[in-house]
Each structure stands twice: as structure tokens, then as C-alpha cells.
């Protein structure tokens, strides 16, 4: 069974550009999360999905970032515009639903903004 | 919301000794610990978690522990090889929301 699938796995662009991250999740896996990692730090919340709710984005920088979950399956990430400060790891992680724990992460997708 | 701390930040260890690593969390209501093993260019993976109904789980060389009295639990891996080296995250979790630790560069010498 595929496991979580996230592209692109690096990207690299100039600051005030937008960019998106992409995100498949293990097939019937409810909730979906999005985690920002900063070099040796853990995995922080950007958001998190039950089907196609955000149901926490309490974390979401929402004067740049933007997330969404059509059909609640796949599910996008935008930084518009990006900012130096936002070189990170983005995480997508799947479960398969409310109370059963375990997380299932995407291999993530490395930021760098010059 | 909930706040998860970790320590050490880094841990160096012989091989075949004994490697211990320590969370506290805030949130008495979380009710689901697991620890995360990452490897350089991957995501985490789940190596043992532990429900806030038990006390102790052991799988292997690997352990964890809870007290929820005082809020903390430890995971314990034995007999240490070169291949445990990583950084390990723990985390807790209520409802789905999941908060995790600064991790711990674990580093075993061969």
C-alpha cells in the first residue's frame, strides 16, 4: 500500500514568490495534517483536516498561507508570497481518524528561500 | 493548548549501552503518547506509543513509560546499535490533535 505522497520534495525560489505543496494521502485516511519543521526543531501544526474541514488552522500564518482539501482526499499548500523566514520542511502527515493515534508522515517537501 | 519538552536535545552513547530520553507534557486531557524515529531526508515513523490507560509498554529492545501524575514519560532503548542513530520526537495527543517535542539527536558509537 502507498504510503503518504508529497511533490514536490524540494523547491527553491526567490523571496515574494508563491509556491505550493502537494499532498496524498494513505486511502482512507480521514484526517490530514500539515506540519512546518524548522532545521532541529520538532514537527509544528500548520493545520489539520477531518474530510474536508479544517477543523484546527488556529497555527496558519493566514496573511500568507492558504490550505485546502476538495473532496476531502488530496490537499494543497500555498505560501504566497514567501518570505526568507519560511525555509522549512513541510510535512503532510495522514490518520485514519479522530482518537486512533497513529500518524502516517509524507517523506516532506524542503523549502528554500533565497 | 498543549506543550511538549524534550530532553536532552542531543544524547551520545556507546554501543550496546543504554539510551534514555524524557518528554513532559501540559495537557493532562492528551491520552495518547507515540515516539517518532526520523532519518535524515525522511518523515518521522512511528516506533511505540503508549495509551494513557497503561503504564509501560515494551516492544523489543524499545520501552516507554507514562506517569501521568507527574505528567511525563521516557522511552528506553536497550543494547544500542550504530542504525539506532537518528532523532527521535516524542509527542502527545488528545482528539487527534498532536503536539510534539524539539527532538533528541540520538548518536550510538560503533
Known amino acids: 500500500e502507498a504510503g503518504v505522497v508529497q511533490s514536490p520534495r524540494y523547491k527553491i525560489i526567490e523571496k515574494k514568490q508563491p509556491v505550493a505543496f502537494w499532498c496524498n494521502p494513505i486511502s482512507g485516511h480521514n484526517t490530514l495534517y500539515w506540519y512546518l519543521q524548522n532545521l532541529g526543531q520538532g514537527p509544528e501544526l500548520l493545520i489539520r483536516y477531518e474530510n474536508e474541514e479544517a477543523v484546527d488552522d488556529s497555527q496558519l500564518p493566514k496573511d500568507r498561507f492558504s490550505a485546502e482539501r476538495l473532496k476531502g482526499v488530496d490537499s494543497t499548500l500555498k505560501i504566497q508570497p514567501a518570505e526568507l523566514g519560511d525555509s522549512a520542511v513541510y510535512l503532510c502527515?495522514?490518520?485514519?481518524?479522530?482518537?486512533?493515534?497513529?500518524?502516517?508522515f509524507g517523506e516532506g517537501s524542503r523549502l528554500t528561500v533565497l | 493548548g498543549e506543550n511538549v519538552e524534550q530532553h536532552p536535545s542531543t544524547l551520545s552513547v556507546q554501543e550496546g549501552d543504554s539510551a534514555v530520553i524524557k518528554c513532559t507534557y501540559s495537557d493532562s486531557a492528551s491520552n495518547y503518547f507515540p515516539w517518532y524515529k526520523q532519518e535524515l531526508g525522511k518523515g518521522p515513523q512511528l516506533i511505540i506509543d503508549?495509551?494513557?490507560?497503561?503504564g509501560e509498554k515494551k516492544d523489543q529492545r524499545i520501552a516507554v513509560t507514562l506517569n501521568k501524575t507527574a505528567k511525563h514519560f521516557s522511552l528506553h532503548i536497550t543494547e544500542t546499535q550504530p542504525e539506532d542513530s537518528a532523532v527521535y520526537f516524542c509527542a502527545a495527543s488528545k482528539d487527534s490533535d498532536m503536539r510534539f517535542g524539539a527532538g533528541t539527536r540520538l548518536t550510538v558509537k560503533p
Open positions: 502527515a495522514s490518520s485514519l481518524g479522530s482518537h486512533t493515534g497513529e500518524l502516517f
Open positions: 503508549i495509551r494513557s490507560n497503561v
